[in-house]
């Protein structure tokens, strides 16, 4: 409760508007915490929230393989486009 309230308080001493937010939100490098918050979401969706193997060596392995798989199949998804003039 402590983070949130900081942040409420530095929120409203920017302004307490949607540009204050959005301020609140570089300063703190908010977007790129979202992205991973989403990254990892996603990827215990896909795969689970556990790892199978039980040596680390393989874990690493394992964990290593979803990463490329999810890596490819977001390629996949992405949108190919190009620059129009």
Known sequence: MKQRNDAIRAIAGLGN???ARSIWKKLKEYHRR???ETGV??????FG????????RRR???AHAKAI???KMTRLG??????VN
């Open 17 to 19: 508007d949607e540009e």
């Open 34 to 36: 979202s992205l991973a």
């Open 41 to 46: 979401s996603r990827f215990k969706m896909i």
């Open 49 to 56: 929230s556990g790892l199978k193997a039980r040596e680390i």
């Open 60 to 62: 690493r392995a394992e």
């Open 69 to 71: 798989a999810m890596n």
């Open 78 to 83: 992405m949108p190919k486009g190009r620059w």
